[in-house]
């Protein structure tokens, strides 16, 4: 996985991906959630809890052991108006 994410960062930066070996035990051991910690940020403005996300996601991308981050709301993405 490493080694793909290291290709995609290199071919395709303004691509995310998020690796999860979808196994049963997986699914029962993070309760059902994609990872096995849930972290989750809301509040009325949503561009500042989504900044609150990036930050947050940043500090723990350097925690050690950890090797994804994952944030399902991506608020910057191309929309019609």
């Known amino acids: 996985m490493s080694r793909v994410k290291a ?3 290199q071919e395709v930066p303004e691509r995310a991906a998020y690796f999860s070996s979808g196994s049963l035990v997986d699914a029962v051991l993070n309760l ?8 989750q940020v809301g509040g009325t403005d949503l561009q500042a809890s989504y900044r609150t996300t ?13 090797a994804d981050t994952y944030i399902p709301q991506d608020l910057d993405y191309p929309a019609l108006g």
């Open 54 to 66: 990036l930050d947050l996601a940043q500090q723990i991308r350097q925690l050690r052991g950890v």
């Open 32 to 39: 059902g959630l994609a990872a096995p910690i849930d972290v």
């Open 7 to 9: 290709r995609m960062q």
